[in-house]
């Protein structure tokens, strides 16, 4: 349940109504590559930051958007990859972390009004100390909410967040207290950011390119994964419903054979 547990599919504090995918098939974790932001300044003959400025609104919109639909559990939305900190401008950086503080700030009354709980997951410790406050502070508020998850990547690598799982299970097989044959895939995982959570079922990627660019690799197993050539600034609720109802149609088979 979404929106505020009581609620009966009513709007609840903006003008998009309750979306129902169709025969009720819905994605109880859905993940997004908020690509394009880029590309859609520069379309506009405008600064990259400005992208992601408007970026910023579209992240606002499919929040709202997910949190209206009934049965998703989970919305991560990469934010700032590992390599985005290592290899952009500085420049760019240092506005991105200025807009994220932004963000936060301003989303919050929409994560507490839509009964939202919020999370990050990334190497959080390498940002600035005031987004790092503004993030706990965040986190620690809407703490006391019990609807959909909302979780943003942050100096996220995926790469990064398996290796160091197979540190943390090395470290307890060195000390004795674990054997090798115990070190199954259930076990890595219980050291992933991603502890506990069912793995995505619908992957979005804005912007056009094919590519998952270390994201969620190890949660992304069996994830249906859809591509628009929409830039992330453009993307609303109605792409997001577009993405749900072709959800709706996949035949999951996790490898074994459809049913005959
Ligand atoms: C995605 O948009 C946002 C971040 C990586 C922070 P881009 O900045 O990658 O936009 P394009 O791909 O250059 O258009
Ligand atoms: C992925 O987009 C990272 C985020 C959306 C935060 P990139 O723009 O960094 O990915 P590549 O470089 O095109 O693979
Ligand atoms: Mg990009």
Not at 168 to 181: I, T
């Amino acid at each position: 349940m979404s929106v505020a547990g009581e609620n009966d599919g009513e709007t609840v504090s903006g003008a998009e109504p309750a979306f129902k995918p169709p025969h009720g098939v819905v994605p109880r974790h859905v993940a997004a590559i908020m690509d394009g932001n880029g590309r859609w300044a520069q379309a506009r003959g405008l600064a990259r930051i400005e992208g992601h400025d408007a970026g910023a609104k579209a992240a606002h919109a499919i929040t709202e958007g997910c949190a209206r639909v009934e049965g998703i559990e989970r919305l991560t939305l990469y934010a700032l990859s590992y390599d985005n900190l290592r290899k952009r401008p500085r420049s760019e950086i240092s506005g991105l972390f200025k807009l994220l503080r932004k963000y936060i700030r301003k989303e919050l009354p929409t994560v507490m009004d839509n009964n939202i709980r919020l999370a990050v997951i990334g190497e959080t410790g390498e940002l600035p100390k005031y987004l790092q406050r503004e993030v706990n502070a965040a986190v620690k508020k809407s703490s006391v909410n019990s609807g959909m998850m909302l979780c943003v990547a942050l100096n996220y690598s995926s790469r990064r967040e398996i290796a160091h799982a197979a540190r943390e299970v090395a470290r307890l097989a060195a000390k004795g207290e674990l054997r090798p044959r115990q070190i199954t895939q259930e076990k890595l995982a219980e050291h992933l950011f991603t502890a506990g959570v069912p793995d995505v079922d619908l992957l979005i990627r804005t912007g056009g390119e094919r590519r998952v660019s270390d994201f969620l690799l190890w949660q992304i197993a069996y994830a249906e994964i859809f591509v628009t050539d929409v830039f992330w600034p453009d993307f609303r609720a109605p792409h997001l419903h577009e993405a749900l109802k072709w959800y709706a149609t996949r035949q999951r088979r996790f490898g074994a054979l459809e049913d005959i």
